[in-house]
């Protein structure tokens, strides 16, 4: 019988304070929502996501889940190691089919890819043109006669069922607070928390990626409008890290013991001592910063870092 995908008993629901010269100067009270710690490789928004997924899944009789994702994903990871947790096969379309040319060459220098393996997943690599319409009919029928019936999880997890999961992220508890800030990748995640905030309650949504697309995809999740996108800590865009970004991660490690991830929360985390700086909160404000995991792809960025021999995260 396939175990149920639960972890109820298991999720830290935990805010560590952080504080310091400038936060006490400008009256501001912040801290971190620890969903990183939720599970050690399911952890923060992918746990979220796949929760009512997997559930799904198992409800309608799947065996495997297949999913998509660049090299160094959190959700391709996270996936994995919920397809082993439940007893389910699964399959990541990976973006890039020159990784799969040698495939035990990408293993040694890709420890997302590599971990994924090692939960069971299957790798199948696609070129960039096939990936851009990866759910498009034509694509899904060729998956689907390679590898026989699957449950389907769009890219970085953001369906219904993941903007559900993600509705839990924010507790009674939490009413105290007057702003939310999380990162933005597919919006499934800031959809939730969007849709569950407090009235009283301001969501601030840093995205991760360079464009002014947020707006529009959030669209397609909630019809609130408690929330307020700022679109200038993206660092270039995507997966673009700069020595500056590093050096923050690195100093906030060391002074409040909590790791961020460069593609998401460093990236937040950074923004938010930015407005504090420039006093954009008043004073007296509180602030709830949703951390939302993606640590196990810090490897990744630091080996891209050594290649370019500039500083690396030091987050352990």
Same mark, same amino acid.
């Given at each position: 019988m396939t175990p149920s995908f639960t972890l109820e008993d298991k999720i830290i629901s935990r805010n560590d304070s952080v504080s310091g010269t400038l936060l006490a100067e400008k009256g501001i009270s912040?801290?971190?929502?620890?969903?990183?710690?939720?599970?050690?490789?399911i952890s923060g928004n992918k746990f979220r996501k796949l929760k009512y997924n997997v559930k799904a899944a198992q409800k309608e009789g799947?065996?495997?889940?297949?999913?998509?994702?660049?090299?160094?994903?959190?959700?391709?990871?996270?996936?994995?190691?919920?397809?082993?947790l439940v007893g389910m096969q699964t399959v990541g379309v990976i973006r890039g089919e020159e990784l799969g040319v040698n495939l035990e060459k990408t293993l040694l220098h890709n420890e997302t890819l590599r971990y994924a393996v090692s939960q069971g997943m299957q790798l199948y690599f696609i070129d960039r043109a096939s990936y851009r319409e990866k759910e498009s009919t034509e694509i899904l029928t060729q998956l689907q006669n390679q590898f026989g019936t699957f449950y389907l999880i769009p890219e970085g997890?953001?369906?219904?069922?993941?903007?559900?999961?993600?509705?839990?992220?924010?507790?009674?508890?939490?009413?105290?607070?007057?702003?939310?800030?999380?990162?933005?990748?597919?919006?499934?995640?800031?959809?939730?928390?969007?849709?569950?905030?407090?009235?009283?309650?301001k969501?601030?949504?840093?995205?991760?990626?360079? @464009?002014?697309?947020?707006?529009?995809?959030?669209?397609?999740?909630?019809?609130?409008?408690?929330?307020?996108?700022?679109?200038?800590?993206?660092?270039?865009?995507?997966?673009?890290?700069?020595?500056?970004?590093?050096?923050?991660?690195?100093?906030?490690?060391?002074?409040?013991?909590?790791?961020?991830?460069?593609?998401?929360? @460093?990236k937040m985390m950074f923004g938010i001592f930015d407005l504090i700086k420039t006093d954009y909160f008043n004073r007296n404000t509180r602030i709830l910063a949703i951390h939302t995991g993606g640590i196990q792809g810090v490897a990744g960025i630091n080996h891209r870092l050594r290649q370019k021999n500039s500083p690396q995260i030091k987050i352990c």
């Open positions: 912040l801290h971190v929502k620890r969903e990183d710690l939720i599970h050690k490789h799947h065996t495997k889940l297949l999913t998509f994702g660049g090299a160094f994903s959190n959700h391709i990871a996270a996936t994995a190691a919920a397809g082993k997890g953001t369906n219904e069922l993941a903007v559900q999961g993600c509705k839990e992220v924010l507790t009674a508890a939490d009413a105290d607070y007057d702003v939310i800030c999380c990162s933005v990748g597919t919006g499934g995640t800031i959809a939730g928390i969007i849709e569950t905030a407090f009235p009283h309650q969501v601030l949504a840093f995205p991760a990626l360079k @464009g002014d697309f947020v707006e529009d995809m959030l669209l397609t999740h909630t019809t609130k409008k408690n929330y307020k996108v700022i679109n200038r800590y993206h660092f270039g865009g995507y997966g673009k890290v700069t020595d500056e970004l590093v050096t923050f991660i690195n100093t906030f490690y060391k002074t409040y013991q909590i790791p961020l991830d460069p593609i998401y929360t @460093g």
